[in-house]
């Protein structure tokens, strides 16, 4: 599915890698655990998997096609998803949940009907048992924990290959985080996903990873 191999990446010319030779492979129903110390190039490698970021040495190929090309086609363009250590940034704090959610069904390849969609965003609430009542809420109204788990839901509902967990948990108090974990590993084996978890929680990754890249 995704094949890392051995990219290299500096921000500029006369500086030492950031990145230096990683290689990974990531497959269905599969977690690769990437960790290391702050400065390490955890997020520089989150960049670069998203292609957003071309590494100087290497490839990044999602399905044999180069990820920074994926935007470019329809049906791939959605296929790795991120979500991000601070929920609120990935909704309009103007905006109920339900207006931020709905939005989302005109970046789908293959666009679904309104109310086929909505069904959809209450279905993917149950998995990760959030009560609908909620989606009438602004961001500012709901939980830490709450609003994390309506970023996951976000990623979800792109229908996602794989999914980028960039210390999604880490503001989250030990409870929340241990309950989101176990929901996201129920997730991914209904949906056959596969993850990325970022995180410099060594022991939360021990738990969960199948692999781990050492930064």
Do not use: W
Not at 51 to 73: A, C, Q, S
Not at 76 to 90: A, F, K, W, Y
Not at 92 to 99: G, I, M
């Amino acid at each position: 599915m995704l094949k890392v191999e051995h990219i290299s990446y500096r921000y500029n010319k006369n500086a030492k890698p950031i990145i230096e030779d990683m290689s990974f492979e990531l497959h269905e129903n599969e977690i690769i655990g990437i960790t290391g110390g702050s400065g390490s190039g955890k997020s520089t490698a989150v960049h670069c998997i998203l292609g957003l970021l071309k590494p100087e040495k290497g490839h990044i190929l999602f399905n044999d096609v180069p990820v920074h090309l994926l935007k470019r086609d329809k049906k791939l363009h959605t296929c790795i998803q991120l979500v991000m250590q601070n929920p609120e940034n990935s909704f309009n704090p103007h905006k109920t949940l339900s207006y931020s959610l709905n939005e989302i069904r005109h970046f789908i390849p293959a666009k679904p009907e309104r109310t086929v969609f909505e069904k959809k965003i209450v279905d993917k609430m149950h998995e990760l048992q959030l009560n609908a009542n909620l989606l009438n809420r602004y961001p500012e109204e709901v939980s830490g924990g709450q609003l994390q788990r309506f970023s996951i839901l976000r990623a979800l509902l792109l229908e996602p290959k794989i999914i980028i967990f960039d210390e999604s948990t880490s503001m989250l108090d030990t409870s929340v985080q241990a309950k989101i974990v176990r929901l996201l590993l129920q997730i991914k084996e209904k949906n056959k996903l596969a993850y990325i978890f970022i995180s410099h929680d060594l022991e939360m990754l021990s738990l969960i990873a199948d692999k781990f890249v050492y930064l």
